[in-house]
């Protein structure tokens, strides 16, 4: 079955502070994992696609990489507009549906 | 280039009623999505489709069911509302099976 899992669930940083959000990912035939910030009561916003292990794509402040089995979101001395649930999704064999994982709410303190 | 489109933004309905929500997807995007976000269950696939034909179904009750016109546009129904189905139901385009493009989301209140 196909499943993400995002860790830590929640994270506080100052601002400055730069740290990293994970995603664990097993999924029959991965065609793609994608990254979404989202704002309370609004929908997600794109942020990444990869596609294959190795690969790596950056966005101002932060950097997302891709393994066999797990992502990372760096983030780069963040700030408090950085606040928001960064989620994780990945796309397998089953047409478009995309399974999410559960999110990591990060807050940035000043 | 407007991005996708979902109406109404907030709907208090009773329980036993019944809604539509509808999605408007990205100008070229043939397949759309529709999502259930609740805090407890988070983001989870309702179904998808392409070219007016459902594609792909989540694990949801008959009561959940959605079309798409000749335009891309699209419509989800759920009938006999329950108390369970208050959520944000958000409604996804995508040009084809790549990266997703979110709405706003509809909330949908349950009472």
């Known amino acids: 079955e196909d499943q993400v899992t995002q860790s830590p669930e929640a994270l506080r940083l100052q601002e400055g502070e730069s740290s990293s959000l994970n995603c664990s990912y097993t999924?029959?035939?991965?065609?793609?994992l994608f990254w979404y910030r989202q704002d309370p009561g609004k929908g997600p916003e794109f942020l990444f696609t990869?596609?294959?292990a190795g690969e790596e794509k950056e966005k101002e402040r932060l950097k997302a990489t891709l393994t066999k089995k797990e992502s990372f979101l760096h983030i780069t001395a963040p700030k408090p507009e950085d606040s928001a649930t960064y989620l994780c999704?990945?796309?397998?064999?089953?047409?478009?549906?995309?399974?999410f994982g559960q999110g990591t709410e990060l807050s940035v303190k000043p | 280039k407007a991005g996708v489109t979902q109406t109404p933004r907030y709907l208090i309905k009773t329980r036993g009623q019944q809604v539509t929500l509808s999605c408007s997807p990205i100008?070229?995007?043939?397949?759309v999505s529709w999502y259930q976000q609740t805090p407890g269950q988070g983001l989870q696939f309702l179904f998808e489709?392409?070219?007016?034909?459902?594609?792909n179904k989540g694990n949801f009750p008959g009561r959940f069911s959605g079309r798409q016109f000749s335009n891309s546009r699209s419509e989800m129904n759920v009938s006999t509302l329950e108390l369970g189905d208050s959520a944000l139901y958000l409604c996804?385009?995508?040009?084809?099976?790549?990266?997703?493009?979110f709405g706003q989301g509809t909330r949908l209140t349950v009472v």
């Open positions: 996804a385009s995508s040009p084809s099976n790549r990266e997703a493009f």
């Open positions: 999924v029959s035939g991965l065609r793609g």
């Open positions: 990869l596609y294959s």
């Open positions: 999704a990945v796309l397998g064999n089953q047409g478009g549906k995309l399974i």
């Open positions: 100008s070229g995007h043939r397949s």
């Open positions: 489709y392409f070219s007016e034909t459902q594609r």
